[in-house]
């Protein structure tokens, strides 16, 4: 059964010989003159601004929390839209209380001030 | 493909759908009107557990499986969930006052409460390891923010991060146990796991075995037994006082109901090799707990290792199984709510804001300055060290005879030992108040009516289970028959 | 076809790397993420036993775990911004206030 995987294994050998050798051989034979500007990132040739290992502020966790919390839940709608016509009006009573909830909760973060950047 | 929906019975769940309906709506109270009803939603959310309460009770004597075996309403939940619902009472009347002396009274703090209780009241009613899992990770999340609801204080964002760290770090360990049992049986259902295992030999399959360890440690680690108990101390000396008294009872509590339900009922026949592994648990937690607290001198601490001892106590109604094991551990959960929520109110009480008063020397020459409290103080500290009339010696009376009946007399030798070790460091605290004079001036008094019912509460049930406890026992046995 | 038994040994691998990770390292964001590793270590397993028993019921039990795993992430990374802002450090080696 594995061995069908064997044409896929010599060839990402050979894939992995054939890049590694090309990067040996660059470095072997190849002249070197570094300059500063060939040194500095590519940034699509705007020159860059400041360091790229700034920190983040923290408003984005909080953005990032109620985003994760809101996206997973999404997870409860696809076995409704999947059985959606089976269920028909029981499932769609079921999946209108469960976005209230979530609406609940909504209306909870926006009053709170949680989609407030400043 | 044609589905067919499950029969579904919403009166077997109806007070859970009234504690989070009103518990949505407490959130939504504080957020729309929070100026002027600001202080009416302590006292609403004493109403919502009285009208739970009520719905509860007149639940007890039926027998009801609902949403396909997921759900089940017995003696056992409904005992339980009474007892959850008093110890949520007590908490929220000490909370009133406590809340706006600590700068902390959002209604955020009475809904998250709430849904930890309705947590802890799916896990008592689970007959699947879903609705366990699912009750457990609602009351644990409520948790962990309420520990930290001090938002400015670093003790109470450090006991914050602790619990919840190794708090989901155990709840890994427990999902890992069901996933495990589930591949093994084919089924998450509690009483399809018993029935697959009364027919199938378990003890011979690696795969339930590993399955049943991985549950101890998730277990272990949510009711606090050694050696998964190094979280304990930390939360409960940084969470808010309250709280601490919260998590003191009710989650540990909880998790008992859902270990005795998953343990006793799902996998008896493992028990040849279980019941070992928690006998040696047991004795650990008991006297590891005793002994680490004789060496405390912050009293939120010492509470915390000796709510570690009487986890062990309880351990040991679980290990003893049979007809008394169940009953004598509701008992005993019972009589441990009045009496640790009671000390838990005198520290309150005691306490002032920012500065806990939480170090055991700051009581010396209460007893002359504060009579009533330390009186009551007292009754606490006997009760819980298991001195005669009060509740506290009935409970471990009762799950020590259990053990006995059952074969364990070793594992009970060891459990009286502890409470004779026990005695050393309640009495510290009553030789403190009694003997000593005053290190300094104490702060005036947080009192507040709320409060003082509290007290009364908890003395009453003390004192009075401890006189005459026949008809709660009686109960209790009705109670016990798991299925 | 990869036998199913792979699947199980990929997800105790796993949960292993998650576990050891959640012991030995000191960030608190870095522990949280072992964590989640380590529940969706769980989730594989759930999955692979589904398939083999042919049953349902694990994928369920999937979904809840997901969902939870949201609401802990958010209620963790609340916490760890709320310690943060107070102390500087995510560093579990200096969040010692209280011991023994």
Redo the contacts between chains.
């Keep these: 059964?594995l061995i069908s995987y064997l044409p896929i294994l010599i060839l990402l050998l050979v894939v992995m010989g054939f890049a590694i050798s090309n990067i040996i051989i660059s470095a072997l034979i190849g002249r070197h003159k570094p300059t500063a500007e060939k040194l500095s990132p590519y940034e699509c040739g705007v020159e860059p601004i400041g360091s790229a290992r700034e920190r983040f502020s923290?408003k984005f966790?909080?953005i990032?929390?109620?985003f994760?919390?809101f996206?997973?839940?999404v997870?409860?709608l696809y076995?409704w839209a999947v059985?959606y016509k089976?269920?028909a009006l029981?499932g769609l009573i079921e999946m209108a209380i469960f976005i209230i909830?979530l609406l609940?909760g909504y209306?909870?973060i926006w009053?709170?001030g949680g989609f407030e950047w400043e | 493909m044609e589905i067919v929906i499950p029969p579904f019975d919403l009166k077997s769940i109806s007070p859970i759908i009234i504690i989070t309906v009103f518990a949505i709506i407490i959130l939504a109270i504080d957020v729309f009107f929070k100026k002027t009803l600001r202080d009416a939603l302590g006292y609403f959310a004493i109403l919502v557990v009285a009208v739970t309460g009520m719905v509860v009770g007149t639940q007890l004597g039926e027998t009801v499986y609902s949403f396909s075996n997921m759900f089940v309403v017995d003696n056992f939940s409904v005992f339980f969930s009474l007892i959850f619902l008093v110890s949520t009472g007590i908490v929220i009347l000490l909370s009133i006052r406590y809340t706006k002396q600590e700068g902390i009274n959002n209604g955020e703090y009475y809904t998250l409460i709430l849904f930890a209780t309705m947590g802890m009241m799916l896990m008592a009613g689970g007959a699947d390891l879903l609705t366990i899992f699912l009750g457990l990770e609602i009351m644990s999340i409520s948790l962990y923010v309420l520990a930290g609801f001090r938002r400015d204080c670093v003790r109470s964002n450090e006991a914050s991060l602790k619990y919840f760290l190794l708090g989901a770090f155990a709840t890994c360990f427990l999902l890992y146990g069901i996933a495990m049992l589930y591949g093994a049986t084919g089924t998450t259902n509690i009483k399809e796991i018993a029935s697959f295992l009364a027919n199938n030999p378990s003890l011979s399959n690696p795969m339930i075995v590993t399955a049943t360890s991985l549950l101890v440690i998730g277990f272990g680690f949510k009711v606090a037994c050694v050696p998964f108990h190094k979280w304990t101390p930390d939360v409960y000396e940084g969470a808010p006082t309250a709280i601490t008294a919260f998590m003191s009872v009710g989650p540990k509590v909880a998790a008992f109901a859902a270990f005795a339900r998953v343990f006793l009922v799902a996998l008896p026949d493992v028990g040849q090799k279980w019941s070992v592994i928690l006998w040696v648990l047991a004795a650990l937690t008991m006297t590891v707990g005793n002994l680490v607290a004789i060496a405390q001198t912050n009293i939120k601490r010492m509470l915390a290792y000796s709510s570690i001892a009487h986890a062990g106590y309880a351990l040991m109604a679980i290990i003893a199984g049979g007809d008394f094991g169940p009953a004598s551990l509701i008992f005993y959960m019972l009589a441990y709510t009045f009496m640790n929520l009671g000390a838990f109110a005198v520290v309150i009480i005691l306490g002032r804001k920012g500065e806990e008063n939480a170090n055991i020397e700051d009581y010396s020459g209460l007893g002359y300055k504060h009579p009533i409290l330390a009186v009551s103080m007292c009754i606490f500290m006997f009760s819980l060290a298991g001195i005669p009339p009060f509740v506290g010696f009935i409970g471990k009376f009762y799950i020590f005879s259990a053990a006995i009946k059952n074969g364990f007399i070793i594992l009970a030798i060891i459990g009286v030992v502890n409470c004779v070790i026990a005695v050393f460091y309640y009495l510290r605290v009553t030789v403190v108040m009694y003997m000593k004079k005053p290190v300094r001036e104490f702060a005036p008094l947080s009192l507040s009516p709320f409060i003082i019912i509290a007290l009364i509460i908890t003395v009453w049930g003390t004192i009075h289970l401890g006189i005459f406890p026949g008809k709660i026992i009686a109960l209790v046995q009705n109670s016990s028959l798991l299925y | 076809m990869i036998p199913l038994t792979w699947y199980l040994i990929l997800s105790g691998i796993l949960f292993s790397i998650g576990a050891v990770g959640v012991l030995i390292r000191r960030n608190a964001i870095v522990i949280f993420m072992c964590i989640e590793l380590m529940l969706n270590a769980v989730n594989l397993a759930f999955i692979t036993f589904s398939r083999q028993l042919n049953s349902m019921d694990g994928q369920i039990f999937v979904f809840f775990i997901m969902t939870v795993a949201a609401a802990e992430a958010a209620v963790g990374l609340a916490i760890i911004i709320a310690i943060y802002r107070n102390k500087a450090t995510v560093n579990v080696d200096d969040i010692n206030l209280m011991k023994w």
Excluded: H
């Design positions: 059964m923290v966790y909080i990032a929390m109620m994760v919390i996206d997973i839940e997870v409860f076995p059985a089976s269920l029981f909830i609940v209306v909870y009053k709170r």
